[in-house]
């Protein structure tokens, strides 16, 4: 959304909240992981500029965001960014409440992302090709 005004508008919606409290209550989530590059979904659909994404990879260490929302580095720790205050959706911590999170990626651009998503703890089964698997793999020896 465009500001932390709008968003905590939305959050006193009854719809939005309930479908929030719903999501809270599943068994199984599936959702996405975004890598955090000047050309990323987020970016191509206006939601972030090229220069927020920039400075939160430079500032932050930021390599992804879970679900839309949460952000987090390479080791999988949290980070607040200048664009957190713009994002519904389920923290980090709520996600791990849920019994099955799963994450499905297929873009090659996303090894980093994936890394740190899986270190989060947050992540219980990965979807994503045989080539993020095997960079996924030696990115985590390498930054040992």
């Known amino acids: 959304v465009e500001d932390i005004t709008v968003k905590e508008a939305f959050m006193k919606n009854g719809t939005v909240k309930e479908t929030l409290d719903r999501a809270r209550r599943a068994d199984v989530a599936l959702v996405g992981v975004g890598d955090m590059n000047e050309n990323s979904h ?81 992540v219980d089964v990965l979807a994503t090709n045989v080539s993020n698997a095997l960079t996924i793999l030696n990115l985590d020896q390498q930054m040992k």
């Open 42 to 122: 987020m970016v191509k659909l206006g939601w972030f500029s090229p220069q927020e994404i920039v400075e939160a990879r430079i500032r932050k260490g930021v390599v992804g965001d879970i679900a839309g929302y949460d952000f987090f580095d390479s080791q999988g720790h949290k980070a607040d960014t200048m664009m957190s205050d713009r994002v519904i959706g389920l923290s980090m911590e709520e996600l791990r409440h849920i019994p099955t999170v799963v994450v499905i990626a297929a873009e090659n651009s996303k090894a980093l992302a994936l890394l740190g998503a899986l270190r989060s703890g947050v």
